[in-house]
C-alpha cells in the first residue's frame, strides 16, 4: 500500500511540473498587436514561430509557480537550433569536472586539446585568457558573451558525444539531442570521434583524457528536415533541391526552456533532480549569461564587432543602438543560423520586480535557398524577438502578484 501511494505521488509530482501550457493567450496578445505581429499571424507556416512564455509567482516564502502559455509548440517540427545547445554544453563540462575533482582538476585547469583523427585541430594556447592558456572556465565565457563556437567544440570534445546525450536523456531532454560541433562542417564519422586532452595545474599533469568513439545516432521523430528549394554547396554552387538538415543538432522550445529553469531554479528541484553543480558554478554561468560583451575584460571584444545587444535577442533585438537599461538583466543562449533566430532567456527587472522565463523561435528566407546567406535576419528576426520580449515585459508591468519577487540573489558584480 505505501509502495502504491509513493508511485502515485511521484507520479503526481510529475504531472504537476509539466502541465501544458495555454495555448491561447499568446494569440490572443499577437491579434492584439496587429502593426507589430500581423506578418506572422498571416504566415503561421512561413516563419516557423514557435514561443513558450513562462510567469513566476511568488509565494511569501519567495519560492516560485510557474504557468506555461505556448504558440505554435510543437516538438516534432524541426528547426536548427544553431548556437542555443552551447548552454547545455557549459552545464554538463561543469558537471564533469565536478566528477573528476579528485583528480585536482578545476574548471581553471590549463585544458590542451590535442589532435586524434582525422580533421581535428590541436588547441595548446588561447590569447584571449590572462594566463594564454585555455581553460574550460574560460570557454565557458567565451560561449556566454559571445557564442564562441570554438570554445562549444572544446567543450563538446570534453565531454564526449555519448555523455552529452545521455544527459540530455537523464534529464528529461527528450525531443533533443547533440551530434555535431559547430560551424566546422562536423557531420557523419568525424562527428563520433572526440579528440584526446590533457589537463594540468601549474604546469603538472593531472588528468588525461584518451579519444573517445560514440557509434550510436539517436533518432528522434522530427518533421521538415528537409527545407527549402536549393542550397549552396561547398563550393557555392547551387543544388536545385532541398537541404536536408537530417542528422543535425536538435533542440526543442519546451526542452530549451527546461534546461533554462532548472538552471535558474535549482531549488525547485528535488536534490537528485538538479544539475551536479556548486554554488561558483551557477555563479560563473550566471555571471556571464546575464553580462555585456562591453562589460568584459578577459576576454574582451571590441564594441564595434561585438556591442552591449549583441547576445540579446528578446527585448533588444541585437540592435546596434539600443538603450541598455540597466535595472534589466537577460540570463540567455541565444542562436543563429540558416535563417534562424532562437532565444532561450530569463528576464530580469530589479527595480519593477518582474521576472519571466520566455523561449522562441522565427525563421525568414524569402529565397528558399539555404547556405547562400541571403536572410531576413534585420527586417524580420530582429524586430520579431524584439517586439516579443517587449510586449510580454509590457504584460509583466501590468500584471497583478500576491507577493512581489526578492531577486537580489540575482545581482552580479561586472566590472
Known sequence: ??????????????????????????????????????????HPGKNEVQV???????????????????????????????????????????????????????????????????GQTAVLKDETAGSGLPSVEHYIKKILLTSDNDAFNRLYEFIGRAEINEK????????SRILNRLAIGDTGEPSKHTNAIRFLNDGKLVYTQPPQ???????????????GRGYLDSADRLVNKPFSLAGKNAFSIADQQSLMKRLMFPSHYPAKERFRLSEEDYKLIYTYMSKLPTESDLPAYNPTEFWPA??????????????????IRIFNKY???????????????????????????????????????????????????KNLGRSIYEEELTRKKAQPANLEQLRFSYQ
Open 1 to 42: 500500500m505505501k509502495k502504491n501511494l509513493l508511485i502515485l505521488f511521484c507520479l503526481t509530482t510529475v504531472c504537476s511540473m509539466a502541465q501544458k501550457p495555454d495555448t491561447s493567450y499568446l494569440r490572443t496578445l499577437f491579434e492584439s498587436k496587429p502593426a507589430l505581429f500581423s506578418g506572422i499571424l498571416n
Open 52 to 118: 513558450l512564455y513562462t510567469r513566476i509567482d511568488r509565494d511569501a516564502r519567495n519560492r516560485p509557480k510557474f504557468t506555461s502559455f505556448s504558440y505554435n509548440l510543437d516538438p516534432e517540427h524541426y528547426f536548427y537550433p544553431a548556437s542555443t545547445v552551447k548552454l547545455a554544453a557549459c552545464i554538463f563540462a561543469l558537471e564533469k569536472v565536478n566528477a573528476l575533482k579528485k583528480t585536482g582538476l578545476t574548471a581553471k585547469s590549463t585544458m590542451l586539446t590535442d589532435s586524434s583523427f582525422a
Open 168 to 175: 540530455l536523456k537523464h534529464y528529461g531532454l527528450l525531443h
Open 213 to 227: 568513439y560514440d557509434p550510436k545516432e539517436y533518432p528522434l521523430k522530427l518533421s521538415h528536415t528537409l527545407m
Open 310 to 327: 549583441y547576445a540579446k535577442m528578446i527585448y533588444y533585438g541585437r540592435d546596434k543602438n539600443a538603450v541598455i537599461e540597466p535595472h
Open 335 to 385: 542562436g543563429d543560423s540558416y535563417g534562424y533566430i532562437i532565444d532561450n532567456a530569463y528576464f530580469v527587472d530589479f527595480k519593477n520586480q518582474v521576472e519571466f522565463l520566455l523561449t522562441a523561435v522565427v525563421q525568414s528566407n524569402e529565397d528558399g535557398i539555404y547556405n547562400d546567406n541571403k536572410y531576413e535576419y534585420e527586417t524580420v528576426c530582429y524586430p520579431f524577438m
